[in-house]
């Protein structure tokens, strides 16, 4: 009885002082290694993505799981910025974009408190992680090591789902936990969040990617077809159109690329309709299939549903943003914590104060036309040189990138940005650098070279 207790007292300061060890463990692989950093990041979303209920821990300050990743991104980021002086390896528009949101994070501390830093969290993850990845070299296979991270994710996320789809069936006490996630009513329930749903059409995309360009990736092809069914059964009408845009997007990259790759993609789109007729052929999943087909009608709808309250919602915070009359409110937005209230509508006297849906509107009060000029701008520079390895053939992943992008962007109209996206705007931040290194080293090349002549135009 007496090593029973003594162990019982023991154990607990064992168990955190391994913890903390391994935590300093983490932090130090961190200064190096991008690939555990983005291992984590994966965790972290599988582990919140797996959860029916927000995970935290309450320590005078909520803190959830993305949080411990930022506090472990954070020592390793200021080494690699100050200790490895990658300063310069951070594009300048990212520069500017994380000044105009710590500008309103302090000013939205002074004046809202914790209800700035619960509004800011998921811009500066974003911004954090990307920033952090981009301090490392890029090249083709750096890319190609961190896109497998998508695959990864999108299987967990795809596991998740069929495994609640099949409870939520045979157990009618955890369907009613489900209802509670998911109120929409639809018959086949939303089982994960459309950000999920949206990792889950990047997975596709690479999948999809690996299947025309590598031929030894033979478990590609099951992949998408297990990814795309998913991605319909989830039924996020925005990432549907996310995904089709990525889609045309990867098409048409890949014929920029070679020959005969867009058709072998269109056959495997084809592929994944077969699969999808046929599942509604056999009239066994008949309440999913009808569920799916009211989803679809409901995004065509230009009279109902949320696309159309979304829509209204954007017109009136942007009425408001323009009607403001603030010179700081135009330039960089309105502080974090500051809310989005506003009326349902102009004749309604309810007001409503959730989340624009829109990236481009958050933006515009979450940093005014500085951040949101800032953003595309860094976006511009993405797609410039995405385009610029397209026509020179030297980056054999910058078809899927491009893609990616592509579906982000349209992703963001009804939604914003997550933590999860950190690993394409990294290796977008990163690419940009490469490409402007590269542009002086081949300048200061020429310049040098004695037997560099002036060019000559023709007539």
Same mark, same amino acid.
């Given at each position: 009885m007496e090593i029973i207790t003594y162990l019982s007292i023991v154990l607990p &300061? #064992?168990?955190v002082f391994i913890v903390a060890l391994g935590l300093c463990a983490l932090a130090v692989l961190l200064l190096n290694s991008a690939t555990i /950093?983005?291992? !984590?990041? /994966?965790a972290t979303l599988l582990l919140e993505t797996s959860s029916l209920k927000p995970l935290s821990l309450n320590l005078g300050l909520w803190i959830y799981p993305p949080d411990l990743l930022t506090i472990l991104l954070l020592p390793a980021f200021f080494y690699r910025l #100050?200790?490895?002086k990658k300063i310069d390896a951070i594009p300048r528009a990212w520069w500017v974009l994380g000044a105009v949101w710590m500008l309103l994070f302090v000013w939205g501390l002074t004046q809202y408190g914790t209800a700035a830093g619960v509004d800011c969290r998921p811009f500066f993850y974003l911004w954090l992680g990307a920033a952090y990845l981009s301090t490392f070299e890029y090249d083709e296979a750096f890319a190609r090591s961190f896109l497998k991270f998508f695959m990864i994710m999108g299987v967990g996320i795809c596991v998740i789902a069929y495994y609640r789809w099949t409870m939520g069936a045979i157990d009618n006490e955890f369907r009613q936990d489900l209802e509670m996630l998911d109120t929409t009513g639809v018959a086949l329930l939303r089982v994960v969040p459309a950000s999920a749903a949206f990792i889950v059409t990047c997975a596709m995309l690479v999948a999809a990617f690996q299947a025309v360009t590598d031929q030894s990736r033979r478990m590609a092809w =099951? !992949? #998408? *077809?297990? &990814?795309?069914?998913?991605v319909v059964a989830m039924q996020h009408r925005s990432v549907w159109m996310a995904a089709i845009a990525g889609f045309i997007a990867l098409a048409l990259a890949l014929q920029q690329l070679r020959a005969g790759a867009g058709s072998k993609l269109f056959s495997m789109v084809f592929g994944v309709i077969v699969v999808l007729v046929l599942i509604v052929a056999s009239g066994r999943f008949q309440g999913a299939v009808n569920s799916v087909e009211d989803q679809a009608e409901r995004a065509t709808s230009t009279t109902s549903g949320t696309f159309v309250g979304r829509v209204a919602g954007w017109q009136t915070l942007l009425k408001m943003w323009m009607g403001s009359g603030s010179a700081v409110t135009y330039l960089v937005?309105? =502080? &974090?914590?500051?809310?989005?209230?506003? @009326? /349902?509508s102009e004749t309604s006297g309810e007001k409503i104060g959730y989340m624009p849906h829109n990236q481009y509107v958050q933006l515009l009060y979450r940093g005014g036309l500085v951040g949101l000029i800032a953003f595309l701008w860094t976006v511009g520079q993405g797609m410039r040189s995405?385009?610029? $390895?397209?026509?020179? $053939?030297?980056? /054999?992943?910058? =078809? !899927?990138?491009? %893609?990616? !992008?592509? %579906?982000?962007? *349209? @992703?963001y109209i009804p939604y914003g940005i997550e933590y999860s996206q950190m690993i394409l705007f990294g290796l977008l931040l990163g690419m940009i650098t490469s490409e402007k290194n590269e542009s002086k080293v081949t300048v200061r090349s020429l310049k040098l070279s004695p037997t560099a002549k002036p060019l000559k135009l023709g007539r």
């Open positions: &300061f #064992v168990i /950093a983005m291992g !984590l990041m /994966a #100050v200790i490895l =099951p !992949l #998408v *077809i297990l &990814f795309g069914t998913s937005g309105k =502080p &974090f914590g500051s809310g989005y209230e506003r @009326y /349902a995405l385009w610029d $390895k397209l026509r020179r $053939k030297d980056d /054999a992943m910058a =078809p !899927l990138l491009f %893609a990616m !992008l592509i %579906a982000h962007l *349209i @992703y």
